[in-house]
């Protein structure tokens, strides 16, 4: 008689997410992703990472990008991410992450990467003369989900093809080293299927400048952001300046369609309020972009400004910010360690016991 076939794991569910270390995190990032980040360790147990390695796949300038990391970490705790009950932590730290990545790229086909459209708008005509890395980075983002075999992933909109390649990738891993996998005692197959996670009160926040564009740390002008290290005179005056139309709010939703700068408005005070579009447009409805203005530069103020508060303080005790990576990335190490143990010896490596 033979020994039945052994079941596919039960994979618990876990969160992991990223955020890159370039400079000036703003609204977008925050209502986009951190606040989503913030309410998950709640309900999951979560592992929140500021990506460094991916950030170089564009120069960076060393001493900048070690400020940019501190700043990252800093955003994540005066966000409200506690680093003791998850795990914080920058992405260098664990060797894994780039491990598994090689491995990935034997994986993953070209003609995959060939489609990630992220890549086409940021190499642009110059695709020949930027990085290798900026072309393989679709599969170290699934090497960072997939060394902790995470099941969830909290990610914008325009990440989502990058989780759905990580799905991808793990699939192929688990039908070509299947019988390897079986053999190994770890079940029918050893990467879940990771799930991203797109909701959140603005998953689009867009510039201020100019509705029709995501709001970016890029963007040339500073008014088009508010970032998270604004004091509160800084986010008042960009608010004002914000560009609008010179018509009324509408009192329905669907009045916003033809008009960017003011859906944009109005999405940002939803979401920073905890509400809806049309219950915002319910109590302004009628009013002068000057009445709702005013409004939303007071909520905003109160929201945000403690947070730029709050990362000053951690940034200026620098040592206390790479205490808290240093402590997340040996915690996350031990799950990264332990996942590529078993991926080595899956894929046929002699590896010291």
């Known amino acids: ?132 890395g900026l072309f393989t980075y679709p599969d170290l983002m699934a090497a960072d989900i997939l060394v902790y075999r995470a099941t969830h992933v909290p990610v914008g909109e325009d990440q989502k093809q990058h989780v759905e390649l990580a799905r991808d990738i793990a699939q192929k891993f688990n039908n070509d080293f299947g019988a390897s996998i079986r053999d190994g005692g770890f079940g029918d197959v050893y990467f879940p299927l990771p799930e991203p996670l797109i909701q959140g009160p603005a998953t689009r926040v867009m510039s201020l400048r100019d509705g029709s564009k995501k709001m970016s740390k890029s963007d040339a002008s500073d008014y088009s952001r508010i970032n998270l290290t604004d004091d509160a005179d800084a986010i008042a005056q960009k608010i004002r300046k914000a560009k609008t139309d010179p018509e009324p709010l509408p009192s329905e939703e669907k009045g916003l369609d033809p008009r960017p700068e003011a859906d944009n408005l109005v999405g940002i005070f939803a979401a920073l309020n905890n509400t809806t579009k049309a219950e915002v447009l319910r109590e302004f409805g009628g009013s002068q972009f000057s009445t709702f203005k005013a409004a939303l530069v007071d909520l905003a103020v109160a929201k945000l400004s403690p947070i730029a508060g709050e990362m000053k303080r951690l940034t200026q005790d620098p040592a206390h910010i790479d205490a808290i990576l240093a402590d997340g990335s040996d915690r996350a190490r031990v799950l990264a360690d332990a996942t590529m143990r078993g991926v080595r010896d899956i894929v046929g490596f002699v590896q010291k016991k």
């Open 1 to 132: 008689m033979t020994e039945p076939a052994p079941k596919s794991p039960a994979f618990k569910p876990l969160v992991f997410s990223g955020v890159q270390p370039t400079g000036n995190l703003h609204l977008g990032n925050y209502l986009g992703a951190i606040t989503r980040f913030v309410a998950l360790q709640d309900t999951h147990e979560c592992i929140y990472c500021v990506v460094d390695l991916h950030a170089i796949t564009v120069w960076q300038e060393p001493a900048e990008l070690r400020k940019a990391i501190r700043e990252v970490t800093a955003a994540f705790i005066a966000c409200g991410i506690d680093p003791k009950k998850h795990i914080v932590f920058n992405q260098s730290q664990v060797s894994g992450h780039a491990e598994l990545a090689w491995v990935f790229n034997c994986v993953a086909r070209m003609g995959w990467l060939n489609r990630m459209t992220q890549f086409k708008e940021k190499a642009g005509k110059d695709r020949e003369n930027v990085s290798v």
